[in-house]
T-cell receptor
Framework: EDQVTQSPEALRLQEGESSSLNCSYT??????LFWYRQDPGKGPEFLFT???AGEEKEKERLKATLTKKESFLHITAPKPEDSATYLC?????????FGKGTMLLVSP | KAGVTQTPRYLIKTRGQQVTLSCSPI?????VSWYQQTPGQGLQFLFE???????NKGNFPGRFSGRQFSNSRSEMNVSTLELGDSALYLC?????????FGPGTRLTVL
């Protein structure tokens, strides 16, 4: 059974204070690892797809990396508008399995 | 392109009733998946449809069912509602590997 564990569950940062979110996974036949951002009361918004160990993707202040066992979402100099829940998911042979997310709060 | 749309956005039902939720995928997407999101369990996979056929199904009771039409629009139905069915129901459409989510339908069961 595919499993995804995200840590920490919640993270509070000051504006400009860089940090990383972790996503550990076990999956039979990784077809992709996905990062989404979800704001309260809304659907998840797609951020990145990573396919193989060593791959990196960047978008504004966010950078996602992938190893054979985990992925990191690095947030550089975050702003209050980066506050959201960040979800990690893995695509195995059949379905997409999500972690429970990391709730990020960035204070001004 | 317009995103995934879901109707209605909010629903209030009582125990024992049934409910039908609707999802219109992004134009050109043939895959539609449904998820249930609750604070305790997170996002849990319900089922996936592709070209009107159910391709995968999650571990939910038979009260949860779905279908997909020839235009790729999808509906899910929950019969004999229970209090624990209160959740955000999310639909996602896919263009291969990546799924794009709609805003969800917030279902409250009283």
């Amino acid at each position: 059974e595919d499993q995804v564990t995200q840590s920490p569950e919640a993270l509070r940062l000051q504006e400009g204070e860089s940090s990383s979110l972790n996503c550990s996974y076990t999956v039979s036949g990784l077809r992709g690892l996905f990062w989404y951002r979800q704001d309260p009361g809304k659907g998840p918004e797609f951020l990145f797809t990573l396919y193989s160990a060593g791959e990196e993707k960047e978008k504004e202040r966010l950078k996602a990396t992938l190893t054979k066992k985990e992925s990191f979402l690095h947030i550089t100099a975050p702003k209050p508008e980066d506050s959201a829940t960040y979800l990690c998911a893995v695509q195995g042979y059949s379905t997409l399995t999500f972690g429970k997310g990391t709730m990020l709060l960035v204070s001004p | 392109k317009a995103g995934v749309t879901q109707t209605p956005r909010y629903l209030i039902k009582t125990r024992g009733q049934q409910v039908t939720l609707s999802c219109s995928p992004i134009s050109g997407h043939r895959s539609v998946s449904w998820y249930q999101q609750t604070p305790g369990q997170g996002l849990q996979f319900l089922f996936e449809y592709f070209s009107e056929t159910q391709r995968n199904k999650g571990n939910f009771p038979g009260r949860f069912s779905g279908r997909q039409f020839s235009n790729s629009r999808s509906e899910m139905n929950v019969s004999t509602l229970e209090l624990g069915d209160s959740a955000l129901y999310l639909c996602a459409s896919g263009d291969g590997n990546t799924q794009y989510f709609g805003p969800g339908t917030r279902l409250t069961v009283l």
